[in-house]
């Protein structure tokens, strides 16, 4: 069974502070996507990583795919309130569509 | 435009009810998906459809049942639910080519089975 683990899989911050959100696997994905989801709405698509030790920014956070691609991580500096949100990582490991989820991360971020 | 609208965004229904969840994409995929979600989950895989055709199914009880009318259009109808199946139902879309596995998300429909 493939799985993608997903840490923390919750967080409380102070605005202004940094977090690291981690998806780690034994499995290797093809390519891995980050989504950021809001109460009732639907994800929202935020980067795709697809090349061993990519590094992609927007904006405040930055996103990095592991050498091996097993694993990735999700990296908010100075975070604000609307950063309050489900972070969700998924991957894809064969060529299916279908993508292995991480259980998701449920960050607050306090004013 | 990479929108996927969904309607409608609340539903409530009753277990003897038949009803149906829509939702459109005109980016053009030729993929489309419905998913379940329970609160602070990830997102469930229920069915996926190719190039019009149901590719997977996730063993979805037969009260559930999808239909694809065209390459832009996904129907989910629903028939005797039950009180579990109460959530936010999710529609997306992709590329079926190439290595794009981005998947697209309409903004859901929470159902209510009473």
Redesign the interface.
Known sequence: TQLLEQSPQFLSIQEGENLTVYCNSSSVFSSLQWYRQEPGEGPVLLVTVVTGGEVKKLKRLTFQFGDARKDSSLHITAAQPGDTGLYLCAGNAGNNRKLIWGLGTSLAVNP | D?E?T?TPKHLVMGMTNKKSLKCEQHMGHR?MYWYKQKA????E?MF?Y?YEKL??NESVPSRFSPECPNSSLLNLHLHALQPEDSA?Y?C?S?H?TG??????????T?LTVT
């Open positions: 990479t996927v969904q993929a602070k989950k990830p997102p895989l996926v190719s590719s997977i936010l999710l997306a992709s079926l290595d794009n596995y981005e998947q697209y998300f309409g903004p859901g929470r």
